[in-house]
């Protein structure tokens, strides 16, 4: 794919949707972080209900580390793999007061080092709550990318990578957003909706459907 597609592409998504945003809910940093955790292998639907009730008792790391892992438990056990999920919020609350004076640290290195935090959780803090440069690839940008022919590759580092260096600048921040809702509910894994797809003109999948 050229640079011009690749233009066009994100110049179409922007028009559509100028700002756009996670569908999970947070008012703080660290709110995104948790729900960002909570998230591996399930929906934003499903942990919205669960933060919805975790987050009016407890949405700071000394609040959450007073609830206990039990405690957690209780509010997230409608979640996939919550017994880990909890343990890892508890030791990420302390390590969070402990090392970063209870604020979430704005760095890659520092973000992965917290427990259940990994490079595709930092990317979604970094970009999300302190508007850096950096690409979340989920499935959904996975798929989307290699699909279209946006950004190729075999792995989801690599489609990383070739999406840092290949989105225009002037994309960039957004691009993650963008991508990801394109693959939620136009680029779907199954059956894509190419016949309703903004982009399809431009696209280089070569099995396009209805």
Known sequence: MNAEKRYQIFARLRAQNPEPKTELEYSSPFELLIAVMLSAQATDVSVNKATRQLFPIANTPAALLKLGVEGVKQHIRTIGLFNTKAENVIKTCQLILDEHDGEVPRTREALEKLPGVGRKTANVVLNTAFRQPAMAVDTHIFRVSNR?????????????????????????????????????????????????????????????MD
Do not use: Q
Not at 166 to 191: Q, S
């Open 148 to 208: 279209t022919g946006i950004a190729k590759g075999k792995n989801v580092l690599e489609v990383e990578k070739r999406l840092m260096r290949l989105v225009p600048k002037e994309f960039l921040l957004d691009a993650h957003h963008w991508l990801i809702l394109h693959g939620r509910y136009v680029c779907m894994a199954r059956k894509p909706r190419c016949g309703s797809c903004l982009i399809e003109d431009l696209c280089e999948f070569k099995e396009k």
